[in-house]
């Protein structure tokens, strides 16, 4: 067994465990220490961030050949999976006709979330780590090219080569949605962050972004799955409405609460205040935490989406659980064309925005 496993897990142990702040502290103690850590730097700029780079990122080229074959290897196993498991199942179950394309997209990632969440509850609730009962014991005992134990290795690479993966299926595999640039975007920024965190031993936090943000996206995908077999062979079933309610509103609490409160609470208050107190000279310190905000202000955009939809909801405006990102591209080319064909509409009339045939 690695011995620095033991040592990030209980080197702690003889230091006070930290209350968790608020957010008027967070803002007002980040905002002090990363402007004191600004004014501090004498010579930030190109020239410091090149030899910062030279002299703590630790990656061999045996890791990154690992993670573009993991690439690969999810890409193949999720086509596998939909052309001889996900679309037979959904065609057998007899789904709509316009949901037998996007369900095998859902399967797969609540098949991989699950997987990978589970994985991270293991590592910070059934091992001694204690990264999520006390933050800032990220950074304890933090040495430049410290070894990382084999555990959170495979966490690593499991979860890097995922979100490789998964910005060449946003482009190229799933159903294109109003939000689907912000996630490639978002896919990008995480991969900056495991690759990053993980050359620069910042792998504990890291451990804790992922176990914040993986359970969402087992809602998400279990909720849309739900929404997507409500209706088979033409029928409606109650149980499938239920449980998409019931996912729908697990999927909005714990979004905030995973991914707004503790998020920033846990995460950025040990990034931006504790981090620089634990090691005074952390490398990359304004890059990672220029990342980590803009993974929270996503967050805070893709919260959006869902008080609309709570509003939707609650006013009356929609009977159904239904994902409020869709984009329904049929339906956007068939309003474009509609108005290019506006002058040759006999024999047509319009409706909510569509032509449609008239049947006498």
């Not at 999520?132 to 950074?139: G, T, Y």
């Not at 555990?151 to 949605?177: K, N, P, V």
Request: hydrophobic share 45%; net charge neutral; with cysteine.
């Amino acid at each position: 067994m690695d011995t620095n496993h033991m040592d990030d897990g209980s080197s702690s142990d003889g230091m006070e465990m930290e209350i968790m702040p608020g957010y008027m502290e967070l803002i007002t103690r980040a905002y002090s220490v990363m402007f004191s850590a600004f004014r501090d730097c004498k010579d930030c700029g190109l020239e410091r961030s090149r030899r910062t780079l030279l002299d703590h990122a630790y990656i061999t080229w045996m890791e990154i050949f690992m993670f573009f074959m993991c690439v690969v290897m999810w890409t193949k196993v999720r086509r596998g999976l939909t052309v001889y498991i996900f679309e037979p199942f959904a065609q057998w179950c007899c789904i709509l006709p316009k949901d037998v394309s996007k369900m095998p997209e859902s399967a797969w990632k609540l098949v991989f979330y699950t997987m990978s969440w589970s994985y991270s509850t293991y590592l910070l609730f059934f091992t001694s780590y204690s990264f999520f009962q006390n933050p800032p014991s990220v950074f304890y005992d933090w040495k430049s090219g410290m070894s990382v134990p084999i555990d959170i290795t495979i966490a690593y690479l499991i979860q890097g080569s995922f979100y490789g993966h998964s910005i060449y299926a946003t482009i190229y595999m799933d159903a294109w949605r109003k939000d689907s640039l912000v996630m490639v975007v978002h896919h990008f920024i995480t991969l900056a962050l495991i690759t990053f965190s993980y050359a620069f031993r910042y792998h504990n936090i890291g451990i804790l972004v992922l176990f914040l943000h993986d359970i969402n996206d087992i809602q998400l995908e279990f909720t849309k799955l739900n929404v997507y077999f409500k209706t088979r062979g033409g029928k409606e079933y109650l149980i499938n409405d239920v449980l998409s309610n019931m996912g729908a509103i697990s999927f909005s609490i714990t979004w905030f609460w995973f991914r707004l409160y503790w998020f920033p609470l846990k995460v950025l208050w040990a990034s931006c205040v504790t981090s620089i107190q634990s090691v005074p000279n952390i490398p990359f310190y304004f890059f990672f935490n220029t990342l980590l905000f803009a993974l929270l202000l996503m967050n805070i955009y893709w919260f959006l989406f869902i008080v609309l939809f709570v509003v939707k909801v609650l006013t009356g405006q929609m009977k159904e659980v239904n994902d409020v990102r869709e984009y329904e591209d049929e339906d956007l080319k068939g309003i474009k064309k509609d108005t290019n064909d506006q002058m040759s509409t006999e024999g047509k009339h319009v409706q909510n925005g569509i032509n449609k045939k008239k049947h006498l």
